[in-house]
């Protein structure tokens, strides 16, 4: 079982809908969940971070983690062409010093 | 305010030659990690360098060494290179422990080995 598991995708949207990006985890005492955004060939760029149970939102972007589940997801509302990248969940543990474990990134794709 | 820097941005090289990469981190930042993000996956975890040593280490081979410098900088260096380490390598800086482990990262560095 991998540590950070999400679906590869592609999900497809069409543009003003809410995309839905899932990840599980499996190491129970992670206590730090990160969304990244990397468009084609750049880097990733920190869009969310949670750290407690429920919801947390930011503008069109919301994370919701369940930690007795072992799940953090992703929300984009009113989806737009630019966000159109692959959407990569990382998950941490002070436990584990700085290390941040990724999955393999969903891609989205948001159609006019 | 700078970002975190790296360079250089691409390079080629042979099946057994030895690289070497460089980063500089974001300012104020003490703290960096160089993660491998092969084609279609998620970054890996390489290893982290804080107060100028290596911390934490992931499950790559002594192949793959590094250094930190008393300016924070960073530079990541790969012996013996091998085709499977084409990849984006990505730096990554932050300070220790009060980001949480939000990280910045750089642009990255494109390596190709043929």
């Known amino acids: 079982q991998k540590e950070v598991e999400q679906n590869s995708g592609p999900l497809s949207v069409p543009e003003g809908a809410i995309a839905s990006l899932n990840c599980t985890y499996s190491?129970?005492?992670?206590?730090?969940f990160f969304w990244y955004r990397q468009y084609s060939g750049k880097s990733p760029e920190l869009i969310m971070s949670i750290y407690s149970n429920g919801d947390k939102e930011d503008g069109r972007f919301t994370a919701q983690l369940n930690k007795a589940s072992q799940y953090v997801s992703l929300l984009i509302r009113d989806s737009q062409p630019s966000d159109s990248a692959t959407y990569l969940c990382?998950?941490?543990?002070?436990?584990?010093?700085?290390?941040?474990?990724f999955g393999q990134g969903t891609e989205l794709s948001v159609k006019p | 305010d700078a970002g975190v820097t790296q360079s250089p941005t691409h390079l080629i090289k042979t099946r057994g030659q030895q690289v070497t990469l460089r980063c500089s981190p974001k300012s104020g930042h003490d703290t960096v990690s160089w993660y491998q993000q092969a084609l279609g996956q998620g970054p890996q975890f390489i290893f982290q360098y804080y107060e100028e040593e290596e911390r934490q280490r992931g499950n790559f081979p002594d192949r793959f060494s590094g250094h930190q410098f008393p300016n924070y900088s960073s530079e990541l260096n790969v012996n013996a290179l091998l085709l499977g380490d084409s990849a984006l390598y990505l730096c990554?800086?932050?300070?220790?422990?009060?980001?949480?482990?939000?990280?910045?990262f750089g642009s990255g560095t494109r390596l190709t080995v043929v």
């Open positions: 990554a800086s932050s300070l220790v422990p009060s980001q949480a482990l939000r990280y910045t």
């Open positions: 190491d129970r005492v992670s206590q730090s």
């Open positions: 990382a998950v941490g543990s002070y436990n584990q010093g700085g290390k941040l474990i």
